[in-house]
């Protein structure tokens, strides 16, 4: 699946943005791509700057780092579900609530990469898995219809839209 063949039914506007960045690129490449790219990011990113943030307010570097994980963990599952058939309405979920119970600043830089890493690997995984009818299966999440492929491009643009910002705000 390519990111032009999406409708404009499959995904929230709130994630265009994220669909936008990515131009036009496979689903299963980009999601292969955006494990190697972000592994190696991630790899030069010096350990003091882990409980750096950039502003008061702002989550430091390794909430972020566990941010991305967590989404793309409740994304995964949404995306099983719905190429299930599963016909339940999944709630959104409170990104700061959980940044808050994540406890970032006792992880170690090795300890997110390695989770990164497998969280990441199981997407691709999944991904793999489905056929292209799968691709444009379709349940609700967050009161909003959301396709199977969205769920994936949504989770590469959501990996790149951070990995700008730790570069722009934090490195």
């Not at 994980?69 to 190429?83: G, K, N, P, W």
């Not at 199981?122 to 444009?136: G, K, R, Y």
């Not at 967050?142 to 722009?168: C, D």
């Amino acid at each position: 699946m390519k990111t032009s063949e999406l409708q404009i039914e499959d995904y929230n506007p709130y994630y265009q943005t994220y669909i936008n960045a990515l131009g036009e690129v496979s689903l299963r490449e980009e999601l292969a791509n955006g494990l190697l790219k972000f592994e190696e990011f991630v790899s030069y990113i010096p350990h003091e700057k882990l409980n750096y943030a950039y502003a008061e307010g702002k989550w430091t570097l390794a909430e972020a780092l566990l941010h991305i994980i967590d989404t793309e963990r409740v994304f995964q599952y949404r995306a099983l579900c719905f190429s299930r058939n599963d016909k339940a309405s999944f709630p959104g979920f409170d990104q700061d609530d959980y940044v808050v119970a994540a406890n970032a600043s006792k992880r170690t830089k090795e300890s997110l990469l390695e989770e990164f890493v497998a969280v990441r690997t199981s997407s691709i995984a999944l991904f793999n898995s489905f056929s292209e009818a799968d691709l444009h299966k379709r349940g609700v999440a967050s009161e909003s219809p959301m396709s199977v492929g969205a769920v994936g491009f949504i989770l590469s643009g959501h990996l790149n839209h951070h990995k700008r910002i730790i570069e722009e705000r934090y490195l």
